[in-house]
């Protein structure tokens, strides 16, 4: 993410997620926290440092699209067409990941920027993703393998700045776990 002035932030965020069944509601749900190993401002002619404090990232709900045209397969399984996982990667206040950048500029001192930049160069990208459940992804490349499906991005958006993220999830089918 660039700014206005030259500046440039780049975030790497990790999670590994453990997806039960919900016996309650028949949700496929889990939440584990959201780390940011990896969270740096760039602005020429200043000094920078910025510090994390993990997140929460949470999945409300994974959902198996199976084909509806019959297929020939065996008696125990479905083919699946796609996934639909609804999440929330740390966009609540309770559950964000904190960031804090201090600057050090020559002209204009040493100065402290809270915010949720990591989340902010998620979310402005991912914004055709919203839904009042939370982002939804979808498109997804079943595998069927023990890396049983994967969803990979690189996307764009606009706010002022370009922002550019790139990412990917992995859903691994682990039952001996």
Known sequence: MSGAQGGRYKGTAESTIRLQLDP????IKGHAPLNLPSASWEVPGCSTNTTTAPGTFEVF??????????????????AVDDLR????????DATRAIET???????VGTFTIPGPFWLSGYAIPHQNEMSAEGFV?????ILGRQEYARKEWSTTGEAGAAITESGYFILYHRPEE
């Open 61 to 78: 709900e994974l959902d198996f699209i199976v084909l509806l045209v019959p297929l020939v397969l065996p008696a125990d399984e479905v």
């Open 24 to 27: 309650a509601d028949f949700t």
């Open 101 to 107: 950048s201090t600057w050090t500029c020559p002209d």
């Open 137 to 141: 992804a979808t498109e997804w490349r």
């Open 85 to 92: 996982l609804v999440y929330n990667p740390g966009g609540h």
